[in-house]
């Protein structure tokens, strides 16, 4: 199978541990990894804005890139349901209708490709640590992705998988609303922090660095010793 | 107590950091949703009843005008009056001049969001009449002089102890925090409001158009009284609360008391077609429907804002908002908060006044997800952005760095050009990679610093085939 890797801008720009790992686990997997090199970002920051015509215009391009692309697996389920839920939102134009569906029908997020797709479970990573898992809300409620990212935790060797209290509810980043509602961010984050630290894990595994991004961010102001990892971090670096 | 949603930004931010507030809200929801959770459990095929509902609202919304005109000829059939008010003062001029008619200094009433949207008490006040809100919720926020901070429940932000020091003070009764003394006491003084008053006014859950009845749900039995006791009855619905069928009530009713209190059913379900008939030995002489529009034909003619009137005002996706859960009902500064309120206040009241409301949201979609007829109320809220992008109401930086962001990502060498000009820029200047101060995230949030190397990057360098 030929994987053609789909990295979020903030991936790319501030956390490519996760794009390479996500590499390394792919091709532990057995299948050939492609990134196409012309991506930049699904248009994700400027939907959500409300700059509709802005992101319409990446969505054509990323049409473009990927469009001859066998499968596309992406380390964010964010970017992720951009492209499968919202594509079809904004891309009205019937010229394009059979390349989009053809595009959203092969798009994944990468906890759900290597579960559902793939079918494997145990990555063969060892990783002696307790950690908690934090639903992101994209994955879990536009995609409806829940079991397979803990079926990966649960078997890698050594790991002791916490659940936190209300796992699913918002970590309080929701792009530009953190930074237009700084308080409102901030209490939401707060609120996550304390179900997370109850848990007494030492990782809190998240598949969307963005969450990662505002739970770390606030974890590390406070001093909490709790440490943010992305679930392609996890498997990848412990292989 | 008068706010505008134009105030969303200070409000909640004051709010959100009350933390006796925030406790009450947290707790107040918390409870709601556990009730909830448990109640919806017991139904297992709870998933194919919102569906359906979802197709029956689809249906009544679709045809809403062929729906109106049954519900309101099968209303007249039935002896009762109908009148079409177009907007809030038409709707409140019928009832004041009703008011005059039956000479009634005071009306009897019972909880109706849509007498609060058109500020039904106030316009009756400046008419001469006294409005008596009976509905405990509604009866302390009156007497507070406050607005309602839930859909469901109106005086959720007050704790039974400011509700006591309330009594204490307006009435002068002694001290209690003791809700079954504060209640007894409310519940003796409306007693007396209920035997004297000529109107009672109602508001209206669902109406079916094929029989004219309309429902109300309550716990208290207010309602009844007030549609029971005195000489006429007046109703007040928005247009969206017509249903197509009296068959129809079951699915409803087992939605909305599941998804508002988690209860399996209300205590009260009154079901009333029309005035008394002449064999009968009690009940109203009159019954009159306001069908109330003010702004409702606006969001039909839009076909992607027309599911908001599917809402049937269970107040689930306030109680699941973590939005909402921080910063309370009063934030909104309009009489509908949450996600459903972020959707319709700036639909009814103009984007321009509520412009932060669509904003207020991180997007998560657990409205949506809750939300007993499935409007995908998160959707809508970027829907409402794009308006706003459109109608060039957003601040002038954000459309520059919008356009600046679309013009880089559309350009690959551009985008791998800045990257790697930022990155050479960084490290020369001796800066090198330490995080930015981000406005508005810095202050409470460490912002992660730029990477070394970009993906982009140690691609190029580790490609083609080996391990990196």
Redesign the interface.
Known sequence: MNVSLF?P?L??????SV??NL??IL?KVGVSVD?P?????C?Q????????E?AT??AR?FLEVFGDAETIVSPSGSCTSMVKVFYP?ILQDVGLRKSLQAVTDRTHEFSDFLVNVMGIKDLGATFPHRVTYHDA??LF??LGVHRAPRELIRHVRGIELVEMENS???C??????????????????QDKSAAILKTEAEYVVANDSSCL??I???L??QGFPIKPLHLADLLGENL | MNRSPSQF?IL??EN??DQRL?NTFQSATGHALGQRAQSVQLVPEWEDLRERAHRIKEETVEHLDFYLEKLEASVIRRGGRVFWARDASEASNYVVNLCRRLQAPTVVKSKSMAAEEIGLADALESGGVEPVETDLGEFIIQVAGETPSHIIAPALHMTRQQIGKLFHEKFGIPYTDVPAELCAFARQRLRREFLSARLGISGVNFAAADTGTIVIVENEGNARLCTSLPRVHLAIMGLEKVIPRFADLPLFLKLLARSSTGQRQTSYVSMISGPRREQEWDGPEEFHLILLDNGRSDILADPRMRRSLYCIRCGACLNTC??YQ??GGHSYGSVYSGPIGSVLTPLFQGLEVAKDL?????????C??ICPVKIDLH?QL?W??????SRRA?PWQ??LA??L??A???D?TL?RMG?ALLRLLLKVSGRGNRPFA????S?????????E????Q???DN?PGG??
Request: hydrophobic share 30%.
């Open positions: 990295i801008c991936v790319d720009q501030f956390f490519p794009g390479i590499v390394k091709r990134y090199r012309e991506q930049t970002c248009g920051p400027a939907f959500n804005s409300g700059y509709h802005e215009q990446l391009r939102e809300c994209h409620r536009e699913d509810a918002c309080g980043f929701g792009g530009t609303f953190s930074v237009k509602f700084p308080e409102i961010s901030t209490a939401m984050t991004m505002q770390g961010g606030y590390s102001r | 930004k909640a931010s959100v950091a925030r973590p939005i921080r910063v669509p904003y207020a949201s991180s997007l998560c979609g657990s949506s997800n959707h970027l409402l952005r794009e308006k706003l992008v957003t954000e459309r919008m356009s962001f679309a880089g990502m559309k690959p985008y990257s981000v406005p508005g995230w202050p409470t949030r460490d912002f992660p610093a730029l990477a190397t970009s993906f982009k140690w691609w190029e490609r391990e990196g």
